[in-house]
C-alpha cells in the first residue's frame, strides 16, 4: 500500500478529503464487493477487540473475517452469526463477555 490509511471512524482518512464513518464504510464495501448483507458492526467491533485484546493483535481482523465466510458458507442470519460469534467468543476458555446487539 502507498500510504493510504484506512480509519473506520469520524477521523479523517489521509489522503481523503472527507470522513467515512464506520455504516458508510460497511455499505460501500459491500457494493463493492457485490454483498448483499447487513453488518452488525457493533457485534463485531466487540469480537475483534476481544480477540485483539485476549489472543493477538492481527487475530481481530482475523476472527471477524473467518466469522464472515462460515456466515457465508451457512448463508447464515442474524441469529446465527450471533451464536457463532458467542461460540468463538466461548473458544480458549473465553476471550471475554459474551458480544451483545448494538441499536437494540
Avoid: K, Y
Avoid at 54 to 65: D, E, M, S
Amino acid at each position: 500500500m502507498t500510504g493510504r490509511i484506512w480509519v473506520l471512524s469520524e477521523r479523517p482518512v489521509r489522503g481523503h478529503s472527507g470522513t467515512v464513518n464506520l455504516h458508510d464504510w460497511i455499505d460501500e464495501l459491500c457494493d463493492l464487493l457485490d454483498v448483499d448483507s447487513e453488518a452488525d458492526e457493533g457485534l463485531l467491533g466487540d469480537l475483534a477487540q476481544v480477540a485483539h485484546d485476549n489472543v493477538h493483535p492481527v487475530a481481530g481482523p482475523v476472527t471477524t473475517f473467518l466469522l464472515g465466510v462460515a456466515a457465508g458458507a451457512r448463508d447464515a442470519g442474524p441469529d446465527t452469526i450471533e451464536r457463532l460469534a458467542a461460540q468463538v467468543q466461548e473458544a480458549r476458555g473465553g476471550l471475554g463477555p459474551p458480544a451483545r446487539r448494538h441499536g437494540r
